[in-house]
């Protein structure tokens, strides 16, 4: 099943809320966008290449976070 726009923004927001993030910030990390989450909000429908590069920059910081928890976990 492919996620569609409305699953992308449940998605950001999720990702906001565990890293703590303003919606600016991920926007201009992920985008070079910083209105790129309030675009959305407002039912901005990006293309299919830009969600694989937001949702991209989202696992990598998920990957980030579980990478330091672990090494937390070990010290």
Same mark, same amino acid.
């Given at each position: 099943?492919?996620?569609?726009?409305?699953? %992308?923004?449940?998605?950001?927001?999720?990702? %906001?809320?565990?890293?703590?993030?303003?919606?600016?910030? %991920?926007?201009? %990390?992920?985008?070079?966008?910083?209105?790129?989450?309030?675009?959305?909000?407002?039912?901005?429908?990006?293309?299919?290449?830009?969600?694989?590069?937001?949702?991209?920059?989202?696992?990598?910081?998920?990957?980030?976070?579980?990478?330091?928890?672990?090494?937390?976990?070990?010290?």
């Amino acid at each position: 099943m492919t996620k569609t726009a409305p699953d %992308l923004l449940e998605d950001v927001e999720a990702f %906001l809320k565990r890293h703590d993030m303003k919606p600016t910030t %991920l926007g201009r %990390l992920a985008k070079g966008d910083p209105n790129f989450v309030f675009d959305l909000r407002a039912g901005r429908e990006g293309r299919s290449s830009t969600e694989a590069t937001v949702r991209d920059f989202m696992n990598e910081r998920d990957e980030q976070l579980q990478s330091r928890k672990r090494r937390a976990r070990a010290a």
